[in-house]
């Protein structure tokens, strides 16, 4: 699932989430069988990023407990 952020750091920021977490709350409770989840995130940042046009570049940030910023999964962000 992807969505704009409704408090946006940067001119286009989306969040990316996956609908069914399979437990996975943080990234460092990571396990292998969270590989192939991890992964298709990855991909739909991709197709996010060619529907926006960010053919420049963009950043991928993920935030991973009360020190790593805020608890979201996964955003990404061009400038």
Known sequence: ???????????????????????LSLLSNAEDKHEKMLGHLMVVVAKVARQENLSEGYRVVINNGK????????SFFSS
């Open 1 to 23: 699932m992807a969505f704009r952020d409704v408090n946006p750091t940067a001119p286009v920021h989306f969040l990316v989430i996956p609908k069914n977490r399979d437990g």
């Open 67 to 74: 020190h790593g910023c805020k608890t979201r999964s996964l």
